[in-house]
């Protein structure tokens, strides 16, 4: 098989579908159909590959594309491939990470081939999406010549590829919005009490001073890995310091009370594997952290 004579289509001319067509085409691939629900979306792809037509019904990118990438939000994928009338020498792609290859069964049942590829990425915006994808690791669920073929999509991208079963699709995207989403929420959180001081700092110049601290961590994480990067007051077990902490939460911050001690009595086990907390202040931590309602 020689995948870059293949001809690819994209549907839904988003942060994913823009990244990955152009990355692809930069790359030697063929990319020759576009739709999107509006014009200029779909427009703004064609315009940065060459050879790239503009479609104006999803259909039109079944009839000029062997390789049909959905790229629409992970609402419309089922919708999007239900309206299309799919020739058995079609192989059809999802890029969600949530969605197992159930939601492509209108394709299936009408002969093509069906699979997902998911970035394990976080794409922000287009330009953080074709700068993020190169390297990214990636999940793909597919049979026969079709996994072939996105593992080679995955090499073309100097990516890792790991293997999933549709099965295991919700539990890995949970997995994702903890290790992503949730992290900017957390520093969002972070950023807010900030404004809570008694002269508030205006949240760039919070979001500066909190970055460092949050790439020291990264840095941690990369070269120290689970459970040795955990620093702070549960691994020290500084029973005083979190007390004197849900103090000043109950009085500026109420409503992160209860977050801050689910986190915190998550983060016990962790503070003991480190081995720096014993077993009686981990008790300790527990009765300080417990939920009182
Ligand atoms: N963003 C991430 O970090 C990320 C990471 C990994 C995987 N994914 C997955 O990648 C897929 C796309 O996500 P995204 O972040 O690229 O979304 P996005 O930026 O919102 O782009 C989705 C695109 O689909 C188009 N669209 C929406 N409904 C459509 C329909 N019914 N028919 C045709 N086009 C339609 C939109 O249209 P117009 O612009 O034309 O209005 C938009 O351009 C999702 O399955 C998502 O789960 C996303």
């Known amino acids: 098989?020689?995948?870059?004579?293949?001809?690819?289509?994209?549907?839904?001319?988003?942060?994913?579908?823009?990244?990955?067509?152009?990355?692809?085409?930069?790359?030697?691939?063929?990319?020759?159909?576009?739709?999107?629900?509006?014009?200029?979306?779909?427009?703004?792809?064609?315009?940065?590959?060459?050879?790239?037509?503009?479609?104006?019904?999803?259909?039109?990118?079944?009839?000029?594309?062997?390789?049909?990438?959905?790229t629409t939000p992970d609402d419309s994928i089922a919708t999007v491939a239900a309206s299309i009338a799919w020739q058995p020498h079609h192989w059809v792609i999802h890029c969600s990470g949530t969605h197992s290859l159930a939601v492509l069964a209108a394709a299936r049942e009408k002969g093509a081939m069906v699979g997902s590829l998911h970035p394990l990425q976080s794409f922000a915006d287009v330009a953080q999406a074709q700068a993020n994808l190169p390297g990214s690791f990636f999940a793909i669920e597919a049979e026969g010549i079709l996994f072939a073929f996105l593992k080679a999509i995955v090499s073309t991208l100097d990516g890792t590829s790991i293997v999933l079963q549709g099965r295991d699709k919700v539990l890995y995207h949970i997995a994702a919005v903890f290790a992503c989403n949730y992290v900017v929420t957390l520093i969002k959180l972070a950023v807010d009490l900030w404004q809570s001081f008694a002269e508030p700092v205006e949240p760039t110049q919070a979001m500066a001073a909190l970055t460092p601290?949050?790439?020291?961590?990264?840095n941690n994480i990369n070269t120290l890995g689970l459970p040795h990067a955990l620093t702070g007051p549960i691994s020290r077990g500084d029973k005083e310091t979190i007390s004197k902490h849900l103090r000043a939460l109950e009085e500026h911050a109420p409503t992160l009370v209860e977050l801050y001690k689910e986190l915190g009595r998550q983060t016990i086990p962790i503070a003991l594997a480190k081995g720096k907390l014993d077993n009686i202040t981990a008790m300790k931590l527990y009765d300080l952290l417990a939920n009182k309602e």
């Open 213 to 218: 601290l949050l790439n020291g961590m990264i």
């Open 1 to 70: 098989m020689n995948e870059k004579q293949i001809k690819l289509g994209f549907i839904g001319a988003g942060r994913v579908g823009t990244a990955l067509a152009t990355t692809l085409a930069t790359r030697g691939y063929r990319i020759t159909a576009v739709a999107s629900r509006s014009h200029t979306s779909a427009a703004r792809l064609a315009g940065m590959i060459n050879g790239c037509h503009i479609c104006t019904t999803l259909q039109q990118v079944a009839e000029n594309a062997d390789v049909i990438f959905i």
